[in-house]
Each structure stands twice: as C-alpha cells, then as structure tokens.
C-alpha cells in the first residue's frame, strides 16, 4: 500500500467517511440542446437552474419597478453584501458591495426598499448583534454599518397594517423598528411557532429560521426555513404561513412544506430559504438555495421557480415545474451578465469576482489589467487572507504565472477555510506544495523569471501542475480526493474556491499574471 503523508492523511480519512455516507449522484439524462456544464439563460426562451451556479447562499431579492435586486450571504468574505441587478431574473449583473471593510462572519441578508432609500439587514455572528446599511441606490455607496444591539439571525423586513416597521427573526420572534428603520422599539417577542413536519422526515434541527415576508391582498404572508441548512439532503426545506396582521396569529399553509428536497436521489439537496418576488406584469417568482447532489463543495446555489397561487390563497411552485430541467424564461429585459468568469484581474475585480477572506484592505492589492502585484500577509498560508475566485463549475481548471524571486511564499489554492486548503506555488527556494496548516517543497526553485501553476479540479479529485513556458506541464502532486471540504465535516457553510495567497516575508510584494479559469 502505498504511503500516505500526515498533511494528506485527514483528507484520505474524510474521504472514506463521505464515500461511505453519499451516494453517487444519478446519470443526467443526456441531451444535444444542453451542453454539460450549461446554466441560466439557454438562449432559446429557456433558463436552467441554478441562475447563481456558485456559492450564492440565502438569497434576498427586492423589484423596484421593472428592476430586480438581490444580495447573498458572503461570510466574512470582503468586499461582501454584493448586490446584483436585472430585468429577468436570470441575467445578472454586478452593481456594487455594501461592504468594503470590517471584519465579521455575516450572514443571510434582507434587502429592502422603504421610503426612498435601501436597506441592507443582516446578522454579524461575530459580534452576535444584526446591523443595517442605507443607500440612496442599491449600486451605493453604502453607509457605514449601524449596530441595532439584538441578537438572534436572519432578519426580516416588513411594514405591518399599522404603518409600523418591523424585523422579524430566527425563532419566531419579532421587534418594532423605529421610522428610520435605525433602531429597536420596545423588546422582541416571539409570534410564529413554525410548522410541524411529519416526526419521521430526517432532519438536521428544527431550527425556524429565514423569516421572509410580504403582503399580497388581504394577507400577509411569512415565508421560513426549518430542517437546518446542513446535515441530510432532505433537512432543509420552506414553509408558509399567513394572518391578516404582522402580529400574527399565524396560520400554516396546508400544503407546507413550499420547498423541500424529499429524496437524495434527486438532482438538488438541502433545498430551502426562499424569497418571493412578483413581476410587473403580476406573475410570481421564488429564489431559494440548494447544493448540487453530492456537490457540497460547491457551495449553496440560488435557483429560481414560478409561482402559482390557489383559489383559497396560497402558493404553491409551478405545476409541472422540475427545477433540474429547462423553465420558460420570465418577462423581461436582458439586460447582460457579469456573472461569468472571464477577463484580465482588473475587469474581475471591477466585476466583483475577487473577494479576500477575512478582510479586504485595498492597499495591499494593485490591479492592473493582467497583473495583480499582492503584498504578503502573515507567516503562514492560513493567516495570509487569501483573495478568493467563486467555481461555477464542477469540472474546471485555474491557472495564473507567478513571478519569480520575491520573498516569501506565494501561490494558487483551492480554499474553504483557515485550515483547509490544497494548493501550489514559490517559496524562497523552490515549488511547494501547500495544504492543511503545512507546506512542503517538492522540486528545487527552475530558472527563468516566472513559473505557471495550474490546479485541476475533476469533479472533486484535485490535481497540481507547474510550468515553465504555460504550455508543458508538469505535475507537483499526486491527486487528491477534496470532497471532504464541505459543511458537514469541517462546518462553516462555506464552499471550496480557487484563491491566491502571499505569505512568509509580510509586506513583500507578489506578482501575479495572466490568471484564467476555464470550464472542461
């Protein structure tokens, strides 16, 4: 049996755990008119979920007229709070970044219009309070956050029958927001028990949470999530409830739940955390996440489905409707996407595909075409604040060239978290190889002023290469089994991402070229 290394030795042993726990994922049926890979406007009247293919969890979408906006959970990933516009649906563009600086684990959103100016409500796990930020329009620029000093998660936005502003939160409670929507009135209390799934249905937690709401005729209605957003593929899921009054009482729908995955077997898992929308023309839609079966390193994907209502007044998702096939497009203008992956470094960054983990401070970076020059941060990788690149893809490969002679060491990695990473670039004397809080070299430093790295992630089995010219490549690594840089083992909800790191030498600057992701 051929040896395993130490650093390498959890990813073999997680490996087999995730072998063990999931099943592969069932034969896509095969079709000429949709290429692998293919997703969101199909060009021919048709969109294939998921319209955010990368780790776009918790999504919170807004219409103001004929424009739609929408903001996801980045975590502590900066610049975050990015927020998308369109005019149907699936074609997305960059606009802006609610937040450039700080630090703070931030999570599930609320994006709201409400007399003129917008608002981002969100939840800082760090601090363990929510904040909001104002702007005059969604493209910003954004104010600085304002602490509204309460706790619980995933605030919702809603003007009662009163007139009144309130947020509701995880656990059914909710709280009067003062007219600027800057602070609290009086104490949260809790109005909404949830709903009661079936007692046999594998979930991970009850966990009532996500609390979207809207008002449609004579109702309001209060969309959450249970189950839990980890844990088996069939936890998570969306519920309904209606009443007359913000204050509730609160009344289940009878066809709860509104979305739910019911089978592993199925294309999406852990389905759940809706947002409704309506179109001007009066017809609705749903966003939600989910992770691709047996994919959850991939992240949280946002999906998008029609909406149905019933005679007696409840939604349901379109008749007919399977979200893993081709859905008729929405009414409206395609106004363009910035949602691909391709360009130099600065048309990236501009487009807001870069984002540091942890913090963003501008004056480290320099983006010049294609050049990104970095200064080192930290002695080690983990505390090197990579700069991340989302995945929209299951099979891909990401390349850069690297400048050779800096100090320190810098490189090209796929990133979840401070202590779980698999990559490959320069150190002072040689290539080396970086994953799990250590970095070994492997090869004697070449010659030559630069050298390529390529990383190649096959459906979750990771390969590392270098060259000296882009075009013979040479392999640094054996390959490695990544599928365990996921939620379920190593926690945080987070996906596994390509990123560029500079660390050993802080203040040492490292240039990097020609950085390119392409689909295979």
């Known amino acids: 049996m051929k040896k395993i290394r130490p650093a390498l030795a959890w990813l073999a042993l997680f490996s087999a755990i995730s072998c ?6 069932p034969q896509a049926a095969a079709s000429a008119a949709i290429p692998p890979g293919a997703f969101g406007d199909l060009g021919n009247g048709f969109y294939l979920n998921p319209i955010f293919p990368g780790d776009y969890p918790d999504p919170a979408i807004l219409r103001d007229g004929a424009d739609y906006y929408m903001t996801h959970t980045p975590h502590d990933n900066k610049p975050g709070l990015i927020v998308w516009h369109s005019r149907d649906l699936v074609n997305w563009n960059a606009i802006g970044a609610a937040l450039t600086e700080g630090a703070g684990e931030i999570w599930a959103p609320e994006l709201i219009k409400h007399g003129g100016k917008f608002y981002i409500y969100y939840p800082n796990q760090t601090t363990r309070s929510n904040c ?29 029958e009163d007139g009144n502003r309130y947020l509701y ?45 809207f008002r449609r005729g004579e109702y309001f209605y209060l969309v959450s999530a249970q189950g839990g957003t980890s844990g088996p593929a069939t936890g998570h899921m969306a519920v309904v409830a209606r009443s007359k009054s913000v204050l509730g009482p609160w009344e289940n729908s009878p066809t709860n739940p509104l979305i739910r995955t019911f089978s592993s077997a199925e294309p999406w898992w852990s389905k759940g955390h809706a947002s409704f929308v309506d179109t001007p023309g009066g017809d609705w839609y749903v966003v939600y996440h989910a992770a691709k079966n047996n994919r959850r390193t ?30 008729p497009m929405p009414q409206g203008e395609n106004v363009g ?10 048309t990236l960054f501009r487009n807001h595909r870069w984002q540091a983990a942890g913090s963003f401070d501008p004056a480290r970076y320099v983006f010049s075409g294609n050049v990104l020059k970095m200064k080192a941060l930290g002695e080690k990788t983990e505390d090197s604040h990579p700069l991340l690149f989302q995945a929209h893809h299951d099979r891909y490969e990401a390349s850069v060239e690297i400048a050779a002679g800096a100090a320190g060491f810098r490189g090209l990695m796929l990133y979840y978290g401070p202590r779980y990473y698999y990559g490959c670039g320069l150190g002072p004397d040689g290539i080396y190889r970086f994953g799990v809080d250590s970095r070994e ?46 939620t379920n083992l190593l926690r945080g909800f987070r996906s596994l991402r390509p990123a560029l790191f500079a660390c050993g030498a802080p203040g040492a600057e490292a240039e990097f070229r020609n950085f390119s992701y392409r689909a295979k």
């Not at 209390?189 to 007692?199: L, N, Q």
């Not at 998702?317 to 893993?324: F, I, N, Q, S």
């Open 20 to 25: 063990a726990a999931e099943a592969p994922p």
């Open 132 to 160: 909001v930020v104002t702007a005059d329009s969604p493209a910003g620029p954004w104010s600085a956050p304002v602490d509204l000093k309460i706790g619980n998660i995933d605030p919702g936005h809603i003007v009662g």
């Open 169 to 213: 939160f995880s656990n059914g409670h909710m709280i009067r927001l003062a007219p600027d929507g800057l602070s609290t009135i009086g104490e949260a209390r809790k109005v909404y028990e949830g709903w009661a799934y079936p007692e046999d249905w594998l979930v991970e937690c009850f966990c009532l949470e996500s609390p979207k709401l």
């Open 298 to 327: 991939r992240g949280r994907m946002t999906l998008l489905e029609p909406v149905e209502w019933t005679a007696d007044g409840w939604p349901r998702l379109g008749d007919g409707v399977d979200p893993a096939k081709p859905i």
């Open 337 to 346: 996407s910035t949602i691909d992956l391709q360009g130099d470094f600065e």
């Open 441 to 486: 070299k492997v090869v004697d430093v070449p010659g030559g002023p630069s050298v390529h790295f390529k990383i190649v992630n096959d459906d979750q089995t990771v390969g590392l290469f270098y060259s000296h010219d882009g075009a013979a490549w040479k392999r640094v690594e054996d390959a490695v089994d990544v599928s365990p840089f996921q």
